[in-house]
């Protein structure tokens, strides 16, 4: 098992900047991967940022936070990093941490219970 703590979400204006970090626990050398989801209400889930725990490649699929947002890791303490500069309203949501865990063949998903983040006009 595979668990994973998410803290740094908030209040902020518009034009600022907040740093998510997600913890991750437990069976932690299975891990292949992590990223960052966000869900606004009435909204889909879209991956925000991907990092490869073996490489270090980093994706950002959401063409609205490139040059905004950066994913970064720790691997010596099993953390993630969500930099998020000039944040506007649109990126309101809660975020949640993700992280791909390989057993033999088998890929298995764990979630963090999510960050809220909101940002003012």
Same mark, same amino acid.
């Given at each position: ?5 998410? /803290?740094? @979400? ?6 600022? &900047? ?6 991750? !626990? #437990? =069976?932690? +050398? ?23 725990? /073996?490489? @270090? ?6 063409? &609205? ?6 994913? !970064? #890791? =720790?691997? +010596? ?45």
């Amino acid at each position: 098992q595979v668990q994973l703590v998410e /803290s740094g @979400g908030g209040l902020v204006q518009a034009g600022g &900047s907040l740093r998510l970090s997600c913890a991750a !626990s #437990g =069976d932690t +050398a299975c891990l292949t991967a992590m990223g960052w989801y966000r869900q606004a209400p009435g909204k889909e889930r879209e991956l925000v940022a991907h990092i490869s725990i /073996s490489s @270090g490649e980093r994706t950002y699929p959401a063409d &609205s936070v490139k040059g905004r947002f950066t994913i !970064s #890791g =720790d691997n +010596a303490k099993n953390t993630v990093y969500l930099q998020m500069n000039n944040l506007k309203p649109g990126d309101s949501a809660v975020y949640s941490c993700n992280a791909v865990c390989l057993r033999g063949i088998l890929n298995t998903f764990y979630w963090g219970q999510g960050t809220q983040v909101t940002v003012s006009s």
